[in-house]
C-alpha cells in the first residue's frame, strides 16, 4: 500500500442501463505511471468502466477524478461543455477501431485536435506530427490517408494522435482486439514503448501475455464488480477468485506450463 494520492480515482463507480446494473460501486485508484489492465468476460462492464473515466459514458452514481479535479462534475451544460473539453485534452483515448478521419491524411489526423483546441501554428503543427509519428514508427507514412493503411498502422497513427494532446493519461480499450493477429504485435510495442516512458496507462484487453508482461496491476471484473485484483504474477499466477481461476483457465489455455 502507498500513502500517495492517486492520480486516477474512481470512487463508488456505478451504472446502470434501465434495470441492469453494469458497474455495481467499483473502486479503482491508479497512481501516476502506473499501468493497470481491466479483464475480464465479455459484458463485464470493462469498457463501460473505461469510458465513465472521460465521462464518455457517464457514471450514474460515485465520483471519477484526475489529480485534483472532478471529472464527472454535474454543472449546467455550457460550463460542462467547456469542463469537459478541458479533461478530454488531458485524457488520451485509443478505441478498438482507430477512429481515424478518412479523407484526412495521417498527418492532418494527428494535428486536428492540437490545432483546434490550443492554437498551434501550421510550423509547430508539421514538427508535432513528426514527433509522434516517428514515436510510434509511422513518420515515413506521414501524408497517406487511412485507407492506405494497415490496421496495425492505423491503430498506431491512432496512438499517435491521441499523444499529440500531451495526456497525462491514456486509456486504451481492446487497441488490438480488431487487427489481424500478425498485426498485433507493432501496436503491443508502441504501447510497451509507452509503460517503459512511465505514461500512465489504463488498459482493457483480452491479451492476457500483454497484460501480464506489461502491467503493474490487473484488475479481475466480472458482472459489474471487481472481484480481484493485484500485480500480474499473483492475478496470472495464484488467483484467488474462483471466477478468476475459471476465467484464466479458459484463457490462458495452452499459455504456462
Ligand atoms: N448503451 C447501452 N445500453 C444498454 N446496455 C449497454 C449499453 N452499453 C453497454 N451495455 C451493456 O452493459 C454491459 C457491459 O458492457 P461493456 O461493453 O462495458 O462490457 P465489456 O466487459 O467491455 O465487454 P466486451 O469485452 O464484450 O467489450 C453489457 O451487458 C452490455 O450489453
Same mark, same amino acid.
Not at 115 to 122: A, F, R, S, W, Y
Not at 158 to 165: E, P
Not at 185 to 213: D, G, P, Q, R, W
Given at each position: 500500500?502507498?500513502?500517495?494520492?492517486?492520480?486516477?480515482?474512481?470512487?463508488?463507480?456505478?451504472?446502470?442501463?434501465?434495470?441492469?446494473?453494469?458497474?455495481?460501486?467499483?473502486?479503482?485508484?491508479?497512481?501516476?505511471?502506473?499501468?493497470?489492465?481491466?479483464?475480464?468476460?465479455?459484458?463485464?462492464?470493462?469498457?463501460?468502466?473505461?469510458?465513465?473515466?472521460?465521462?464518455?459514458?457517464? %457514471?450514474?452514481?460515485? #465520483?471519477?477524478?484526475?489529480?485534483?479535479?472532478?471529472?464527472?462534475?454535474?454543472?449546467?451544460?455550457?460550463?460542462?461543455?467547456?469542463?469537459?473539453?478541458?479533461?478530454?485534452?488531458?485524457?488520451?483515448?485509443?478505441?478498438?477501431?482507430?477512429?481515424?478521419?478518412?479523407?484526412?491524411?495521417?498527418?492532418?489526423?494527428?494535428?486536428? !485536435?492540437?490545432?483546434?483546441?490550443?492554437?498551434?501554428?501550421?510550423?509547430?503543427?508539421?514538427?508535432? !506530427?513528426?514527433?509522434?509519428?516517428?514515436?510510434?514508427?509511422? $513518420?515515413? @507514412?506521414?501524408?497517406?490517408?487511412?485507407?492506405?493503411?494497415?490496421?496495425?498502422?492505423?491503430? @498506431?497513427?491512432?496512438?499517435?494522435?491521441?499523444?499529440?494532446?500531451?495526456?497525462?493519461?491514456? $486509456?486504451?480499450? #481492446?487497441?488490438?482486439? !480488431?487487427?489481424?493477429?500478425?498485426?498485433?504485435?507493432?501496436?503491443?510495442?508502441?504501447?510497451?514503448?509507452?509503460?517503459? #516512458?512511465?505514461?500512465?496507462?489504463?488498459?482493457?484487453?483480452?491479451?492476457?501475455?500483454?497484460?501480464?508482461?506489461?502491467?503493474?496491476?490487473?484488475?479481475?471484473?466480472?458482472?459489474?464488480?471487481?472481484?480481484?485484483?493485484?500485480?500480474?504474477?499473483?492475478?496470472?499466477?495464484?488467483?484467488?477468485?474462483? @471466477?478468476?481461476?475459471?476465467?484464466?483457465?479458459?484463457? %490462458? !489455455?495452452?499459455?504456462?506450463?
Amino acid at each position: 500500500m502507498t500513502d500517495q494520492k492517486p492520480f486516477v480515482d474512481i470512487r463508488h463507480a456505478k451504472k446502470s442501463y434501465g434495470t441492469l446494473e453494469v458497474l455495481k460501486d467499483i473502486n479503482l485508484q491508479v497512481q501516476k505511471g502506473q499501468i493497470v489492465a481491466i479483464i475480464g468476460p465479455s459484458g463485464s462492464g470493462k469498457s463501460t468502466l473505461l469510458r465513465a473515466i472521460n465521462d464518455l459514458d457517464p %457514471l450514474t452514481g460515485g #465520483e471519477v477524478w484526475l489529480e485534483d479535479k472532478q471529472i464527472n462534475k454535474k454543472l449546467p451544460h455550457r460550463q460542462y461543455e467547456a469542463h469537459i473539453n478541458q479533461v478530454r485534452q488531458e485524457i488520451g483515448m485509443v478505441f478498438q477501431h482507430f477512429n481515424l478521419f478518412p479523407h484526412l491524411r495521417v498527418r492532418e489526423n494527428v494535428t486536428l !485536435a492540437p490545432k483546434m483546441l490550443k492554437g498551434i501554428t501550421d510550423a509547430e503543427a508539421d514538427k508535432l !506530427a513528426e514527433e509522434q509519428l516517428d514515436k510510434v514508427g509511422m $513518420l515515413e @507514412r506521414i501524408d497517406h490517408y487511412p485507407s492506405q493503411l494497415s490496421g496495425g498502422q492505423k491503430q @498506431r497513427v491512432a496512438i499517435a494522435r491521441a499523444l499529440a494532446m500531451n495526456p497525462k493519461v491514456m $486509456l486504451f480499450d #481492446e487497441a488490438t482486439s !480488431a487487427l489481424d493477429p500478425e498485426l498485433v504485435e507493432e501496436v503491443n510495442l508502441v504501447m510497451k514503448k509507452l509503460a517503459e #516512458e512511465h505514461m500512465t496507462m489504463i488498459i482493457v484487453t483480452h491479451e492476457m501475455s500483454f497484460a501480464e508482461s506489461v502491467c503493474d496491476r490487473v484488475l479481475f471484473m466480472d458482472q459489474g464488480v471487481v472481484v480481484e485484483e493485484g500485480p500480474p504474477e499473483v492475478i496470472f499466477r495464484n488467483p484467488t477468485s474462483d @471466477r478468476t481461476k475459471e476465467f484464466l483457465r479458459k484463457h %490462458l !489455455a495452452g499459455q504456462h506450463p
